[in-house]
């Protein structure tokens, strides 16, 4: 049995989330808030960050990356054609590529700011750095968010998914992003409508379900968050 500990809105820890239900994964979460540092995550990753995965009795696995191929080292290959990572070296490459543009770069200029911003400062205490949102930054992600996209949707025009002809970890990784900042009502669709187009397929998955039916406490979801027409 898998033991995942996430955030419920961190979106690495979604994108992993996302992954085990995708791969039929039986596992078990434990929800935490890392900024309180607790001792059980803490015993687990030094980092304190999530997530952590830790399958019955063996070593904890942190971190996006190292688990998503875990992930496919133990399971992927039972699943043949529904496998999220790409047979051919090149690929698997460019799958890598785009996931660590998804949950690094995206993150980092835009949904890290947002999530931070406008949901985890709600609930950390000030000590921790919890308070008002900060304008700069918010101001900063909305900018970027619009180059991102663009990008994004100019992949996908050349593209059946974002890192090629198959569905991939890349998919689910920049979905994964995406859905935070839909949350919040911070994604301008009318942007780009490859993108849209994409996310409206991505989001109709069942993986997804869990994810869209989660809400913070006195912050309703946007309009188009539950919307499979949106």
């Known amino acids: 049995m898998l033991t995942l500990y996430h955030h419920p809105f961190s979106p690495s820890s979604r994108f992993i989330r996302m ?3 995708e791969y039929g994964a039986e596992f078990q979460s434990v929800a935490v808030n890392p900024w309180e540092r607790p001792q059980e995550l803490l015993r687990l990753n030094a980092a304190g960050t999530v ?36 047979d051919h070296p090149e690929a698997r490459a460019e799958t890598r590529r785009l996931v660590d543009w998804a949950l690094g770069k995206f993150d980092q200029e835009v949904v890290g700011h947002l ?14 750095g919890g308070g008002e949102p900060d304008s700069n930054a918010l101001r900063v992600a909305r900018a970027n968010i619009q180059h991102h996209l663009k990008y994004f949707g ?7 998914w974002l890192g090629g002809d198959r569905l991939s970890f890349a998919d689910f990784a920049l979905a994964a992003e995406m859905s935070c900042a839909d949350y919040l009502g911070e994604v301008p669709w009318s942007a780009d409508e490859n993108i849209k187009n994409w996310y409206a397929r991505m989001k109709s998955r069942p993986c997804m379900r869990p994810l869209l039916q989660e809400k913070i406490l006195g912050m309703p979801p946007a309009q188009t968050y539950a919307d499979l027409d949106f």
């Open 115 to 128: 999530v931070r911003e406008r949901i985890y400062k709600q609930t950390m205490p000030r000590t921790a």
């Open 154 to 160: 100019y992949l996908i025009a050349s593209r059946r």
């Open 51 to 86: 997530p952590v995965i830790v399958e019955n009795e063996g070593p904890a696995i942190c971190g996006p990356g190292p688990i998503v191929e875990y992930l496919d080292e133990t399971r992927g290959y039972a699943m043949a054609d529904r496998r999220l990572m790409p």
């Open 19 to 21: 992954v085990l239900f």
